[in-house]
Antibody, heavy 121, light 110 residues
Framework: QVQLVQSGAEVKKPGASVKVSCKAS????????MHWVRQAPGQGLEWMGR????????SYAQKFQGRVTMTRDTSTSTVYMELSSLRSDDTAVYYC??????????????WGLGTLVTVSS | QSALTQPASVSGSPGQSITISCTGT?????????VSWYQQHPGKAPKLVIT???NRPSGVSDRFSGSKSGNTASLTISGLQAEDEADYYC??????????FGGGTKLTVL
């Protein structure tokens, strides 16, 4: 069965970077895109971007361009999301989520449990 | 890219039907049949309930249905049950940034 296991909670200071991991299992890792979505406390869902684990190609939401980097390690079936220059309003739960097969799939049917990132001085 | 517009809250009594709207533009909701809906209970990850405007994933109750007219998509839940109380989010493909979510709607079952 498909499983997405995310890394544990992080506490960071403003200006620092955070790198969240998402280890996939139960399917062929390189055949499915992986998306990242975040949710600030009490707020809605916000799409951050996606990565093609096969070729490493990425697409980022304009809001995060220049601050976010998504990478993958095919040897461990793990994708990473690194966010730099952290601010207090980056405090959120960060989810990895997988769509069905194909570049034209725009819904997310498998989600990780989320990783809480707290930015505080 | 602005978030899609959803009502902040809706409510209904058990057994009733409710509809949640999701309004976008011709660059997202109105231009493509790639609207999806997610249910999220407190402290949990979102769960997909509708794909591609009106398709129901396997295992999702047939009380959930989706539709679209112009730039507005809708999620209807019929035969409301206490377990339906949750936050609901729409999402759409968008030509500008690939994916955009709505602001979310809190459903209260009275």
């Amino acid at each position: 069965q498909v499983q997405l296991v995310q890394s544990g909670a992080e506490v960071k200071k403003p200006g620092a970077s955070v790198k969240v991991s998402c280890k996939a299992s139960g399917y062929t890792f390189t055949r499915y895109y992986m998306h990242w979505v975040r949710q600030a406390p009490g707020q809605g869902l916000e799409w951050m971007g996606r990565i093609n684990p096969g070729g490493g190609f990425t697409s980022y939401a304009q809001k995060f361009q220049g601050r976010v980097t998504m990478t993958r390690d095919t040897s461990t079936s793990t994708v990473y999301m690194e966010l730099s220059s952290l601010r207090s309003d980056d405090t959120a739960v960060y989810y990895c989520a997988r769509p069905p097969y194909g570049s034209g799939s725009y819904y997310l049917d498998y989600w990780g449990l989320g990783t809480l990132v707290t930015v505080s001085s | 890219q602005s978030a899609l517009t959803q009502p902040a809250s809706v409510s209904g009594s058990p057994g009733q039907s409710i509809t949640i709207s999701c309004t976008g533009t011709s660059s997202d909701v109105g231009g493509y049949n790639y609207v999806s809906w997610y249910q999220q209970h407190p402290g949990k990850a979102p769960k997909l309930v509708i794909t591609d405007v009106s398709n129901r994933p396997s295992g999702v109750s047939d009380r959930f249905s989706g539709s679209k007219s112009g730039n507005t998509a809708s999620l209807t839940i019929s035969g409301l049950q206490a377990e339906d109380e949750a936050d609901y989010y729409c999402s759409s493909y968008t030509s500008s940034t690939l994916l955009v979510f709505g602001g979310g709607t809190k459903l209260t079952v009275l």
